[in-house]
């Protein structure tokens, strides 16, 4: 293996500049200007809401969510296997890069989407979504390879940070794009939003170049001679399991982290849909409190890493819960769009804090002389894009039997309060 000084400053800034690369996927395309354009495209005065799929009739955002719940569960069942294999035959770094460049370039190919080329541009919104996941897990399976345990939270929010900043920074230039066409002379309307796809991949491929050049290669973690593909994964699999439930920290943790996962990735990707529902606060002042929302984030990545320092993560983690589950509470209640925005800012303050110490957390879970970290955070993965899944299901559920989304809100609350019972048990079980 490289030598790798942990604490390096240009190391760190560097693997941090892999979330200001690709957190710009996660707004453009999952929260702001792709959604608004694909519900534009398909929707039509000879088949309303309705796309015609290889020959199947679709609602068109149940198409789109259908994909990305593919995306998601086919990713969740073959990532433990494939960084398996990435630490198995030291391969980290070039898995890393292939996600990476299948994400960008789907990105860039959703330039070519309209409605007559629906199926391919569906493909791509799927392959995007994939080759994110992949590259996050390998990201964050770095983290524990750079930083000591002392210093793995203020870390992790400085990679948060980055990508609160690059997706924001992008988000900007974008909507320039989309808002003021005429400045570059686009009379075609659908131009500025393809434009806002590649500007995205480009981005993504561009910025993720640096982390590409500095992250160090890791070695293998075993003995692969005469080994094939089959039996390389078995073994190291085997082995993180084996690891893992020596680890009673990490059997507490992750069950806990799945049921307050479901809660905020859901949250983080209704949002928007919410405030236009219930107070119909159009195009422009969604996007302003989307953009509020990431800037306050980045608050709350550092504020929550200070304050682990003095009361410890869980602890930390707790209060945050408590925080999720006022907010979905108060959610129910929601009437002004001033109330609207005060809870759009503290969704920013924790959504910011709860991801970057979740992520820390787990990561000083590991063994420190523990070289196969990529397949420990499959499962870290794993366990939240399931729980996106469960989520995003559980709340459109609960909208389609009550016909009212404040209480798909409310319903949340519920798996925040199965969550905050478990961050409490492993409290009690340090303490004892």
Known sequence: ????????????????????????????????????????????????????????????TALSNFAL?????????????????????????QIMKFFTYVGAIACMCLFFFKLETLEIGIICFALAAMGYIGGVLFNNSYLPLLATVDQQ???????????????VTLQILCFIVVLKPDWFGITDPSLPARISFLMVGLWWLGF????????????????????????????????????????????????????????????????SSFGEKILHLGAERLIATILLIQLVAILGAFLMSYLSKLFGNIKVLIVVVMIWIAICIAAFYLSTPMQFYIIAALVGLVMGG??????????????????????????????????????????????????NIRYSALILSLFFVIGLLLLVRILISNKS
Not at 28 to 40: G, L, Q, W
Not at 211 to 217: M, S
Request: hydrophobic content about 45%; charged content about 15%.
């Open 69 to 93: 719940a593919a995306a998601y569960l086919l990713m969740s069942f073959s990532l433990p296997f494939i960084s398996s294999y990435a630490d198995a035959k030291g391969l980290k770094k």
């Open 354 to 403: 709860i991801q970057s110490l979740s992520r820390s957390t787990y990561s000083k879970l590991i063994p420190t002389d523990i070289k196969d970290t990529t397949a420990f955070f499959s499962f870290y993965d794993v366990t939240e894009k399931v729980a996106i899944v469960i989520g995003l299901f559980s709340f459109g559920l609960i909208e389609q039997i009550t016909h």
């Open 208 to 271: 993720s170049m640096i982390p590409f050049k500095y992250l160090p290669k890791i070695e293998a973690t075993g003995n692969n001679v005469g080994k094939s593909f089959v039996q390389n994964v078995r073994d190291e699999f085997s082995h993180v399991i084996q690891k893992i439930r020596d680890i009673p920290e990490i059997k507490q943790f992750l069950p806990a982290f799945f049921f307050y996962a479901i809660g905020v990735q859901t949250l983080m990707i209704v949002a």
């Open 1 to 60: 293996m490289e030598a790798i000084a942990k604490n390096n400053k240009k190391l760190i800034r560097s693997w941090a500049m892999f979330d200001w690369a690709n957190s710009a996927y996660n707004l453009v395309i999952t929260s702001t200007i792709f959604p608004v354009y694909y519900t534009a495209i398909t929707t039509t005065k000879e088949q309303g809401d309705v796309v015609n799929f290889f020959g199947f009739e679709i609602v068109n």
């Open 153 to 167: 939270d203020r870390v992790s929010a400085q990679g948060f940070a980055f990508g609160y900043i690059g997706c």
